[in-house]
């Protein structure tokens, strides 16, 4: 009995972490991403997520995402989920000019 016991305390303790951990992702950089209200592209797109916006992933169905933002829930690609946030770094377009007067 005590190691029943002691097992079921270490599985849900388990499962308990890994819910926990990798809940979070980040929209791909460079991505404006649809929101749809299922997972597929047949299903209506209820808005678009911008690059690097943060969402929370609840569940995975046939390579579809289904995430939370703002107390909603969408569909979106998982392919165009990262596991950390976008750096940014600034790279001008052109290199500045410097007129000497």
Known sequence: MKTLL???VLAATALTASAASATSAW???G???NAR???GTYYDVLGTFDPC???HIVGYKNGWA?????????WVSSKYLRNSACGH???????PRYNNY
């Open 37 to 39: 209200s299922g997972p």
């Open 31 to 33: 991505v404006h991403l």
């Open 89 to 95: 770094s600034y790279k001008p377009k052109h290199t």
């Open 6 to 8: 002691t097992a079921a």
């Open 66 to 74: 289904k995430v939370s933002f703002n107390n909603s829930y969408y």
């Open 53 to 55: 916006t943060r969402v």
């Open 27 to 29: 929209i791909q950089h």
